[in-house]
């Protein structure tokens, strides 16, 4: 346990602490299940780290100090009691603020939401209380989850743990800096365009999209519903796992929602651990690489399929020609499916309302309090999408995206006609500096470029650190993608690639997060 | 417009002689989506709005007369449940997040535009 302890924080003078925040999410299930520990202890560790180091990385909007204890008690009786929830029960972890809770506020990143708190739980939340998981907050977003950067919350930039100058991405910064920052052993996602695996990616995490519709979408705060899909994420592809398959499954309360088995997620990843992929056939997607790609992730890239080739896997390239439209064709979906999700922000039911002097009508006391509630990246989607669905241009925009979208499906669907998986890295880049694309979207939507295809074909894809890019000393993200409902397929190639990256780079890269800054 | 398209970081591909989207269009669209934009707001708006539809606009060029569009990832059909009685939310949770509530019910101002 010698190597966990440092990204923890031993420097802190809280060794107690960054013993326990050091675990893995598996291991600290191990120890509560051996009674080494309690989930008290736990939570008490978490929320004493939580304090320290969020003035340097604000990855919180809420923390629930009184209802996490609460919660770590009960799941210490019910354990002394022998009938613990799940494996994680009594294991923290860091919800985004997308997922309502009927305990604490749920504000998307907005001022349209600010102080509300939802009269229902979400079905991941709901899994997620049952299963015995302590929530230990709500994590900082891009305002209703449109952003690459965490910059466009209401409430301020989440900063990178691995460099608080730089984004931790988005739209789920909050969640994977949590990760990285030791703030919490797991956390919760939602991707729609890349928003886990892009964070995951910049900050040395796991984040795991699964198949669209593995996961219930009843309680995530829509954003662009035909491509929205909350996951996992982790230090480690085990603990996505473990995760995945508390929240994974079946749901009468989204219409969406898959009904069939839970892929072996758990099962994949302690089988890929062991570390053969013999039999298993990896395809380098040609499409996602090569010129605009930063040199060191291509660098780390192409080091990690030589590692693949290692392990057994038959590495072959496939090209999916239609993906070089992709983020043509989800700018125009997602604004679309967003301009309509977010007309239901009308100051009449619930959140923000401006400007009711009893003077305006209700027209002008809606657009009055859009305009105040909404930021100007959700204004900007909101009209980019009145456009393109509207008559004249429908054809042309959102017509044309959606038949992009049937040939992108179709590239994916004929690659694994050949591969098992596919490959490419996360992202074009490493973590760029806060500020630096604020101004100017086209260049922030490019953070996306490698995610999106697998929203709009609706697979399964991973994001897995790959190591440090050369150049720059930030993590670099290894994109896996699998078809629809073979999760599986992510976790076994994504842990055993882990286990040999370990072991080439001589230990987790997580616990080469630089010390940050404690209060 | 070059001016604009400089502003956006774009003024490679972005310098064209007629924008895809006028100011005057953005700000009807504004009005449609119910957001009370400011005139500085217009101004930025329509610079980046043109650049991003400009981009976005690329869709076009692939040959896709024959395709049928994509709606949903996983085919969806309507799922039905039998129509008994399930617990819902009460009126007092239904209303806890109302901006202003009257007589147990949403108080909206007024919808016509006549005075009342």
């Known amino acids: 346990m010698t190597s966990t302890a440092s990204g923890g924080g031993p420097s802190d003078g809280r060794t107690d602490t960054a013993a326990l925040t050091g675990l893995t999410a598996a291991e600290l299930a191990a120890k509560l299940a051996a009674g080494e520990v309690s989930s008290v202890e736990v939570t008490r560790a978490y929320l ?110 989440t900063r990178n743990p691995w460099d608080t100058e730089r984004i931790p991405g988005g739209s789920g910064g909050g969640s994977s800096a949590a990760l990285a920052a030791f703030e919490a052993p797991l956390a919760i996602g939602t991707d729609t365009g890349g928003s886990i695996r892009q964070p995951g990616a ?38 996505a796992a473990l995760l995945h398959e508390v929240i994974a499954g079946h749901d009468p309360l989204d219409s969406t929602s898959v009904d069939a088995p839970v892929p072996q997620v758990v099962a994949a990843a302690r089988e890929g651990a062991a570390g053969d992929l013999r039999g298993v056939r990896v395809g380098v997607v040609r499409e996602l690489g090569g010129e605009g790609y930063q040199e060191g992730v291509q660098r780390s890239f192409r080091a990690a399929v030589d590692q693949l080739t290692a392990l057994g896997a038959e590495v072959v390239e496939v090209s999916c020609p239609h993906f070089d439209y992709g983020l043509g064709a989800y700018y125009l979906i997602a604004p679309s499916e967003c301009s309509s999700n977010l007309a239901r922000f009308d100051a009449m039911r619930y959140g923000l309302r401006v400007g009711d002097d009893g003077s305006r009508s209700a027209e002008e006391v809606m657009s009055l309090t859009r305009e105040a509630g909404f930021g100007p990246e959700v204004k900007r989607r909101i009209m980019l999408g009145t456009y393109a669905l509207s008559s004249g241009y429908y054809d042309a925009y959102y017509g044309q995206a959606q038949k992009v979208r049937t040939l992108i499906t179709r590239d994916f669907t004929a690659a694994f006609e050949q591969v098992d998986v596919l490959v490419s890295p996360t992202t074009p880049t490493t973590a760029f500096r806060i500020g630096e694309r604020v101004e100017n979207p086209m260049e922030m939507y490019l953070a996306d470029l490698c995610t999106i295809p697998s929203n709009l074909a609706g697979n399964a894809s991973m994001s897995v650190p790959s190591g440090l890019s050369d150049e720059d000393g930030l993590p670099v993200g290894l994109q896996i993608m699998a078809p629809p409902m073979a999760d599986d397929r992510l976790y076994r190639v994504g842990a055993a690639y882990e286990a040999a990256r370990d072991a080439a780079q001589g230990g987790a890269l997580i616990d080469r997060v630089p010390q940050l800054e404690v209060a | 417009m070059l001016d604009r398209a400089r502003d956006t970081g774009k003024n490679d591909q972005g310098a064209r002689a007629v924008p895809t989207i006028s100011r005057d269009e953005v700000a009807h669209l504004a009005g449609l989506a119910r957001l009370a934009v400011t005139e500085s707001e217009l101004d930025t708006f329509a610079g980046q709005l043109d650049v991003i539809l400009d981009s976005v606009a690329r869709v076009g060029e692939v040959a896709a007369e024959d395709i049928p569009p994509t709606s949903h990832a996983v085919p969806v059909t309507n799922v039905f449940r039998s129509d008994v009685v399930r617990p819902g939310l009460s009126q007092e949770q239904a209303l806890a997040g109302a901006p202003a509530a009257e007589e147990n019910r949403f108080r909206v101002p007024r919808i016509l535009n006549e005075e009342a």
């Open chain 1, 48 to 157: 004493d780290r939580i304090a320290a180091v969020e003035p340097a990385v604000h990855a919180f909007l809420h923390v629930d100090e009184e209802g996490a204890l609460a919660a770590a008690r009960r799941a210490d009786e019910d354990r002394a009691a022998g009938r613990a929830s799940s494996e994680l029960a009594g294991v923290p972890l860091a919800l985004k603020d997308v997922l309502t809770t009927s305990d604490m506020p749920t504000t998307c990143g907005s001022k349209m939401l600010e102080g509300w708190t939802p009269p229902y739980d979400a079905t991941v939340t709901r899994r997620l209380r049952e299963a015995g998981v302590v929530l230990l907050g709500k994590t900082n977003m891009d305002e209703f989850a449109m952003g690459s950067s965490t910059e466009n919350s209401a409430y301020g930039p």
């Open chain 1, 202 to 239: 910049v900050t040395g995490t796991v984040g795991v999209k699964p198949t669209y519709g593995g996961v219930s979408r009843h309680g995530l705060v829509a954003f662009s519903s035909s491509l929205d899909q909350a996951g996992p994420c982790g230090r480690t592809v085990l603990d």
